[in-house]
């Protein structure tokens, strides 16, 4: 099965509410990166986590590797927060390749 | 910040042509890797590489080649196209096994 389960599929907010979005990991993960992918279809790179938490404005993320899931939480979102955020998890397996979860559909309404 | 750009940015092909995708990192990365992302699914990866001239096999190799020319550029060859390789192509690098840093994306079109 999938190493790596996001949710929700989809997310509407309204502008200068929060929620969060979970990834859980069937297995041992040595890291984590989030990823918010824009209206030109790049990929923005928002956390790299090994462990803890960090902040960035109105974003904050999680890891714990024993109890294997991260977190990302919004707070006051913006319009521009629209766009399809992913995790990605690199195992502890010794292979260097990112795991991606299927991906959160975040809508922002004014 | 690193610095990945992909080229071209969009590519329409036909069943059977053969397509090159470019990629090329100037940050002294040592590990590329190509992925492919399809609707309502994450990036899965094609083939990785570790360094100029190696090359490792992703989750989902079957009908692309790659090649790592130097330590700067990784191409991603697709010598017999068909529809099903249709999709959105990522190159990213990293410098070791950690962060990975991705380029803007390929649209491939393969009708």
């Known amino acids: 099965g999938d190493q790596v389960e996001q949710s929700p599929s989809a997310l509407s907010l309204h502008e200068g509410t929060g929620s969060a979005l979970r990834c859980n990991f069937t297995?041992?993960?040595?890291?984590v990166q989030w990823f918010r992918k824009n209206s030109r279809g790049s990929l923005i790179n928002l956390f790299y986590?090994?462990?803890g938490t960090k902040e960035n404005g109105r974003l904050k993320s999680a890891f714990d590797s024993k109890e294997r899931y991260s977190t990302l939480h919004i707070r006051d979102a913006q319009l521009e927060d629209s766009g399809t955020y992913f995790c990605a998890a690199d195992p502890s397996s010794g292979s260097w390749q990112l795991i991606f979860g299927s991906g959160t559909q975040l809508t922002v309404m004014p | 910040e690193a610095a990945v750009t992909q080229s071209p940015r969009n590519k329409v092909t036909v069943t059977g042509g053969n397509v090159t995708l470019s990629c090329r990192q100037t940050n002294s990365h040592n590990y590329m890797y190509w992925y492919r992302q399809d609707t309502g699914h994450g990036l899965r990866l094609i083939h990785y590489?570790?360094?100029?001239?190696?090359?490792q096999i992703g989750d989902v190799p079957d009908g692309y080649k790659a090649t790592r020319t130097t330590q700067e550029d990784f191409f991603l060859l697709l010598e017999l196209a068909s529809p099903s390789q249709t999709s959105l192509y990522f190159c990213?690098?990293?410098?070791?096994?950690?962060?990975?840093?991705f380029g803007p994306g390929t649209r491939l079109t393969v009708l």
């Open positions: 297995t041992t993960m040595r890291a």
């Open positions: 986590l090994a462990s």
């Open positions: 990213a690098s990293s410098r070791d096994p950690g962060e990975q840093y």
């Open positions: 590489s570790y360094g100029a001239g190696n090359l």
